[in-house]
C-alpha cells in the first residue's frame, strides 16, 4: 500500500537558518504530494502541494519539488523564522476504500526556530 | 481557506461509556467528511470515509460497531465511540471537502478514557 517517510524531529534551527525536512513515498500510480502544517492547537493547513512529476509546490518561501525519479518531495526554506515553528507532515493522495481522495502521511516532523 | 470546527476540543470520560465528537463545516458544504486517529508521534491513520446521506466506508482494521458516524447532513457528521476503553484513548481529527477537492482540517478532539 501507499506510505509516506519523512525525517525524525524535533529539528531546532536558529532563525534565518536554511531548512530542509526529508520526504520519500511509495504509491501505485501517480499520486499527488502535499505538505501539510500543524501550528500548535491548530488543525492542519495546507502548506503546498504538487500534482505531477517535476512540478515545484511553494507557499510563503517554502518550497517542495516532487521528484519521481527518488519518489522525494523534501521541503526547504531559505531562511526560517521564529513564526515558522510547528509541526509538519508530508503526505499524498490515493484513492479511499469510500471514494474521493485519501491522504495517507507521514510520522510529521517537528521544528523549532530558535532567536 | 475553509473553516472546519470540532466539539468538543477534549473529553475525559470513563471506561464503558459512549462519547460523540461533532465535526462541523462551518462556511462551506461537505460532501465528503473524513475521520482520522493520530497516536502521540504518529501519523495520521485515516478510519473512515463518509458521505453526505449514505453510510460510512472504514478503513481496513477499524470496527464500524464500535465507532459509529453519522454524516446526516451537508455541514455535520458525528463520530461516536461506543463503550469506550483506555486504548480508544487518541487524538481524532476530522476533515471535511466539497467534491473531490481539498480536505480542510479541524483543530482535532482529544479523547481519555479512564
Known amino acids: 500500500g501507499d506510505s509516506v517517510t519523512q525525517m525524525e524531529g524535533p529539528v531546532t534551527l536558529s532563525e534565518e537558518a536554511f531548512l530542509t525536512i526529508n520526504c520519500t513515498y511509495t504509491a501505485t500510480g501517480y499520486p499527488s504530494l502535499f505538505w501539510y502544517v500543524q501550528y500548535p492547537g491548530e488543525g492542519l493547513q495546507l502548506l503546498l502541494k504538487a500534482t505531477k512529476a517535476d512540478d515545484k509546490g511553494s507557499n510563503k518561501g517554502f518550497e517542495a519539488t516532487y521528484r519521481k525519479e527518488t519518489t522525494s518531495f523534501h521541503l526547504e526554506k531559505g531562511s526560517v523564522q521564529v513564526s515558522d515553528s510547528a509541526v509538519y507532515f508530508c503526505?499524498?493522495?490515493?484513492?479511499?476504500?469510500?471514494?474521493?481522495?485519501?491522504?495517507?502521511f507521514g510520522t510529521g516532523t517537528q521544528l523549532k526556530v530558535e532567536l | 481557506g475553509a473553516v472546519v470546527s470540532q466539539h468538543p476540543s477534549w473529553v475525559i470520560c470513563k471506561s464503558g461509556t459512549s462519547v460523540k465528537i461533532e465535526c462541523r463545516s462551518l462556511d462551506f458544504q461537505a460532501t465528503t467528511m473524513f475521520w482520522y486517529r493520530q497516536f502521540p508521534k504518529q501519523s495520521l491513520m485515516l478510519m473512515a470515509t463518509?458521505?453526505?446521506?449514505?453510510?460510512?466506508?472504514?478503513e481496513q482494521g477499524v470496527e464500524k460497531d464500535k465507532f459509529l458516524i453519522n454524516h446526516a447532513s451537508l455541514t455535520l457528521s458525528t463520530l461516536t465511540v461506543t463503550s469506550a476503553h483506555p486504548e480508544d484513548s487518541s487524538f481524532y481529527i476530522c476533515s471535511a471537502a466539497s467534491g473531490g477537492n481539498e480536505q480542510f482540517f479541524g483543530p482535532g478532539t482529544r479523547l481519555t478514557v479512564l
Open positions: 463518509s458521505n453526505e446521506g449514505s453510510k460510512a466506508t472504514y
Open positions: 503526505a499524498l493522495s490515493g484513492q479511499s476504500t469510500g471514494g474521493g481522495n485519501k491522504l495517507t
